[in-house]
């Protein structure tokens, strides 16, 4: 069965410093990856996906990932995190890219960032 | 509309009571997904449709969950004789099968079971 786990529950950067957040999966054939973030009150936004190619995606909101199939990992990075990206954000894979297969989650982390 | 839209947003259902959310899907996506978030959890899939096809609902956690999308666009989530644990947010999200790799999520329904 497929899983997503991200290991932060909670990080706090201050704006202006570079971000990671951590992403691991376990899945049995070529994942499809994504990334979302989700605000308060609001639904999930897609940030980046992941289907094949290139293992550095570019996403919205100046947001990057890279796949790592030998650590199974797909980590959010940004170099520099604004006020406004404080969210929370959701890895998850799914079996297709095209929009008609559900989607396993992780449980999210939380970003705070301090002025 | 341009987006998913859900209603109503917020709703407080007393323990027992029959509950329906309802979900627009965006004009013209043939894919509808329901997900439920517990509080401090991801999204959980509950059920999937195609067109009026629910094809997969796997996901729903008891028969006292039900959904349907009789003619292929607006979908109704119920729940029968809810439960302290079926608090939660409940996601509706479409997508245009065929090519587009993107759902696009609603805003979510909050319940509150008391």
């Known amino acids: 069965a497929q899983s997503v786990t991200q290991p932060d529950i909670h990080i706090t950067v201050s704006e202006g410093a570079s971000l990671e957040l951590r992403c691991n999966y376990s899945?049995?054939?070529?994942?499809?990856l994504f990334w979302y973030v989700q605000s308060p009150g609001q639904g999930l936004q897609l940030l980046l996906k992941?289907?094949?190619?290139?293992?550095l995606v570019q996403g919205i909101k100046g947001f990057e990932a890279e796949f790592k199939r030998s650590q199974s990992s797909f980590n959010l990075r940004k170099p520099s995190v604004h006020w406004s990206d404080a969210a929370e954000y959701f890895c998850?894979?799914?079996?297709?890219?095209?929009?008609?297969?559900?989607?396993?989650f992780g449980t999210g982390t939380r970003l705070t960032i301090i002025p | 509309g341009a987006g998913v839209s859900q209603s109503p947003r917020y709703k407080v259902a007393k323990r027992g009571q029959d509950v329906a959310l309802r979900c627009d899907p965006i004009?013209?996506?043939?894919?509808l997904f329901w997900y439920q978030q517990a509080l401090g959890q991801g999204p959980e899939f509950l059920t999937y449709?195609?067109?009026?096809?629910?094809?997969?609902k796997s996901g729903l956690p008891s028969d006292r969950f039900f959904a349907e999308r009789p003619e292929g666009s607006v979908s109704t989530l119920k729940i029968q004789r809810t439960q302290q644990e079926d608090s939660a947010v409940y996601l509706c999200?479409?997508?245009?099968?065929?090519?587009?790799?993107?759902?696009?999520f609603g805003q979510g329904t909050r319940l509150t079971v008391v």
């Open positions: 998850a894979v799914g079996p297709s890219n095209f929009g008609n297969e559900k989607l396993t």
């Open positions: 992941y289907f094949s190619g290139d293992t």
């Open positions: 449709f195609q067109n009026e096809a629910q094809l997969d």
């Open positions: 899945y049995g054939a070529t994942p499809y």
């Open positions: 999200a479409s997508s245009f099968t065929g090519g587009s790799t993107e759902a696009f």
């Open positions: 004009s013209g996506h043939v894919s």
